[in-house]
């Protein structure tokens, strides 16, 4: 099979990791990719959302199957670009219709499917600039914190939770009557604060038959006991201790079976990854959001886990036999840590040397934003590299992942040293 992978993070270059490891791989091109995807296969240079760029490419490369890593290709029809086309109707994609992936296009579409399909979820409404003040009004019924999101795709940066009421309304303000995040902010929903344990759960489906794959953990924030800026993730783990098979269970029966039956009874196609954002309230699963896609970095523990075929896994998804395939996943824990720029989330500098990427030893480095040049690895985003470990315990694989981190160099390299540490922390007190 000869196959594309669209993106160029750490997620894609895990998604290329994998993929080259398959037997049912002939050639793989990665577009754009970046300096770890091309360690795996062959990286063109071309976005992810330039459909006819992309069209020419699967022409040219012979491609099978075309796996989409981000989102804003699929929020923009990639699915259904290629079954319109008399030439790229019968290549697999993997990724949901342009209506499936409105499920992470909207968040009000995915709170009201969530609502019309009885899945748990925070109570909210959603305003316009037009029903400005209902919802300054709705908000004085709420108690602090209060959560405002941005109806639309703003790069993980359009959820807002105030403290006061005062800023609560201000943002609310500022988002419908000022356009503070484009036509992302035309609608804005707005809900009740959950307060619990956050983690993800991620489901590959082929629309009829589906697999849960092991559920993970992310660190959002920039500084260490995950305060600061949001980023787009600092490090990951899998699985996670307080999600046990009851809870899984429940997730399962209450929140994925029911976003599969919808999205059938909705006619919506979706043959792909439904990434699931959940709040655990004192062992009840909530579903703060859906993506359409995998995250990123927990990609780059999830995918390491799983023993399967990824290749077969696909093919079965593109040919509705999900339900024919075992889902194998190694039991140890993965950790993953995120080395970034200096700066980062806000500005930060490009095109630092990185070094030592050769002497690692018991982590998968996973690129996220490198590039070469002149036969150097340079930086080249936010986050850098993502160091993947294993280990029989969350300590092992996690202090594996910090002693690569630091053999890993490049100038104003940070990364956060307590991953995994507060949920070792529950684990103790479990004990
Ligand atoms: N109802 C809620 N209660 C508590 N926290 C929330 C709620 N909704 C969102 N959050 C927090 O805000 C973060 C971002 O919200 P999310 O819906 O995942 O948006 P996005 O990932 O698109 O920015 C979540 O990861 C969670 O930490
Ligand atoms: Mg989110």
């Not at 959940?278 to 970095?297: S, W």
């Not at 039991?331 to 995120?338: D, G, N, Q």
């Not at 980062?344 to 070094?355: R, T, W």
Request: glycine fraction near 8%; aromatic fraction near 8%; proline fraction near 4%.
């Amino acid at each position: 099979m000869n196959v594309l992978i669209l993106g160029n993070g750490g997620r894609e270059h895990a998604f290329a990791y994998k993929i080259s490891q398959s037997k049912k791989l002939s050639n793989l091109y990665i577009a754009p990719g970046n300096a770890g995807t091309a360690l795996c296969g062959t990286n063109m240079g071309i976005a992810a959302t330039d459909f006819e760029a992309i069209k020419n490419l699967v022409w040219e490369k012979d491609i099978d199957m075309v796996v989409v890593g981000p989102e804003d290709p699929l929020v923009n029809g990639i699915y259904d670009f290629f079954k319109a086309d008399e030439v790229l109707k019968d290549i697999a994609i993997i990724g949901p219709s342009k209506a499936g992936a409105q499920l992470e296009g909207s968040k009000d579409f995915s709170k009201e499917f969530m609502i019309r399909h009885n899945i748990p979820t925070a109570r909210y409404q959603t305003f316009t600039a037009a029903t400005l003040q209902e919802g300054l009004k709705f908000l004085e019924t709420l108690n602090p914190p209060y959560v405002l999101k941005a109806d639309g795709l703003a790069a993980g940066k359009g959820v807002i939770i105030p403290e006061t009421l005062a800023k609560a309304k201000k943002e609310l303000t500022e988002m419908l009557a000022n356009a503070k995040f484009g036509s992302a902010s035309a609608k804005v929903v707005i809900e009740e604060f959950l307060k619990g344990i956050e983690l993800s759960v991620f489901v590959l489906t082929d629309g009829q038959h589906y697999k849960i794959l092991p559920a993970a953990k992310d660190y959002k924030r920039i500084g260490e006991g995950d305060i600061g800026l949001n980023t787009g993730g600092m490090g990951a783990v899998s699985p996670v201790p307080f999600a046990d098979t009851t809870f899984i269970k429940k997730v399962e029966e209450r929140v994925a079976i029911p976003t599969l039956k919808g999205l059938q009874q909705e006619n919506i196609i979706y043959k792909g990854f439904i990434f699931i954002g959940l709040m655990n309230c004192g062992g009840e699963p909530y579903v703060i959001e859906y993506n359409c896609r995998m995250g990123d970095p927990e990609t780059e523990v999830v995918l390491p886990r799983i023993k399967t075929d990824l290749l077969e896994l696909f093919e079965a998804v593109a040919n509705e036999k999900l339900d024919t395939i075992d889902l194998e996943v190694d039991e140890r824990i993965a950790t993953t840590l995120m080395l970034v720029s200096g700066g980062y989330p806000e500005e930060y500098e490009k095109n630092k040397v990185i070094s030592n990427l050769d002497k690692i030893k018991d982590s998968i480095v996973f690129h996220a934003g490198t590039k070469i040049e002149n036969e150097q690895v340079l930086t080249n985003g936010g986050r850098v590299i993502a160091i993947t470990s294993f280990g029989n315990s969350m300590e092992e694989a996690i202090s594996k992942s910090m002693k690569n981190a630091e053999i890993i160099s490049y100038d104003k390299k940070y990364y956060r040293k307590d991953i995994g540490k507060d949920l070792m922390k529950l684990e103790k007190q479990a004990n």
